[in-house]
């Protein structure tokens, strides 16, 4: 059941990005809890009905817990939709996050996920339709602990085949890709307009999540 009451979503304001800018564990998890974690459930109700008819199957909602930190403060948090109701970092997933500096909307395969190999074999078969499907303003990235990543538009063909080579045969290697939207964009603060546009993402990014259960 949802944390919140909001009838609908709100949006996202600047003090929603500030709490990645609160000193301390304790105090920066209770802003956390009490800002941004009502948005990301009512957000798990409503996106992932829509991913359910996406995607074909019923996706649960995952909002992070942050519950194993006991001295770092997270610089960002997330809800993420996955195919498995028990956890969703093993699998293939979607997800809405915010760091202090943007919000993120992303497909993705993190180190845990055991068949991720198989999906980097398949996406290299392929690269051509990937690389003409993802949109140029779409950002890659190879590790998401880290805010930043690379534009598609920025690219090279072997530059991508590189990223998922290495998500083939790194272990601890990762991959996602979806938008970043920058901390003051009036789409942020425009909820109805926000859900839209995670909609239409997630609908450019479905024939990578299909690759990885092809």
Same mark, same amino acid.
């Given at each position: 059941?949802?944390?919140?009451?909001?009838?609908?979503?709100?949006? +996202?304001?600047?003090?929603?990005?500030?709490?990645?800018?609160?000193?301390?564990?304790? =105090?920066?998890?209770?802003?956390?809890?009490?800002?941004?974690?009502?948005?990301?459930? +009512?957000?798990?109700?409503?996106?992932?009905?829509?991913?359910?008819?996406?995607?074909?199957?019923?996706?649960?909602?995952?909002?992070?817990?942050? *519950?194993?930190?006991?001295?770092?403060?997270?610089?960002?948090?997330?809800?993420?939709? *996955?195919?498995?109701?028990?956890?969703?970092?093993?699998?293939?997933?979607?997800?809405? &996050?915010?760091?202090?500096?943007?919000? +993120?909307?992303?497909? *993705? @395969? @993190?180190?845990?996920?055991?068949?991720?190999?198989?999906?980097?074999?398949? *996406? !290299? &078969? %392929?690269?051509? =339709? @990937?690389? =003409?499907?993802?949109?140029?303003?779409?950002?890659? =990235?190879?590790?998401?602990?880290?805010?930043?990543?690379?534009?598609?538009?920025?690219?090279?063909? %072997?530059? !991508?085949?590189? !990223?998922?080579?290495?998500?083939?045969?790194?272990?601890?290697? %990762?991959?996602?890709?979806?938008?970043?939207?920058?901390?003051?964009?009036? !789409?942020?603060?425009? &909820?109805?307009?926000?859900?839209?546009?995670?909609?239409?993402?997630?609908?450019?990014?479905?024939?990578?999540?299909?690759?990885?259960?092809?």
């Amino acid at each position: 059941m949802s944390t919140t009451t909001m009838e609908t979503f709100k949006g +996202f304001d600047d003090r929603d990005f500030e709490v990645f800018e609160i000193s301390g564990l304790e =105090s920066r998890m209770d802003a956390l809890i009490e800002r941004v974690r009502p948005k990301f459930h +009512f957000l798990g109700e409503s996106i992932s009905q829509f991913l359910g008819g996406l995607c074909q199957e019923e996706m649960f909602t995952h909002v992070a817990k942050h *519950a194993r930190r006991t001295v770092n403060a997270p610089n960002d948090s997330w809800v993420a939709f *996955a195919n498995n109701k028990r956890g969703y970092k093993a699998h293939p997933h979607f997800q809405i &996050g915010l760091w202090s500096t943007h919000v +993120f909307v992303q497909f *993705a @395969i @993190i180190y845990e996920c055991p068949n991720k190999n198989i999906f980097a074999e398949r *996406a !290299l &078969g %392929e690269l051509d =339709s @990937i690389r =003409s499907a993802v949109p140029d303003h779409y950002v890659w =990235s190879k590790d998401h602990m880290v805010p930043t990543g690379l534009t598609h538009s920025d690219l090279s063909e %072997e530059d !991508l085949a590189d !990223l998922l080579t290495r998500l083939k045969t790194v272990k601890a290697s %990762e991959l996602t890709c979806g938008i970043h939207i920058q901390r003051g964009d009036p !789409l942020l603060a425009d &909820g109805e307009a926000f859900i839209q546009l995670v909609e239409s993402t997630f609908r450019t990014l479905l024939p990578l999540y299909r690759l990885a259960f092809a």
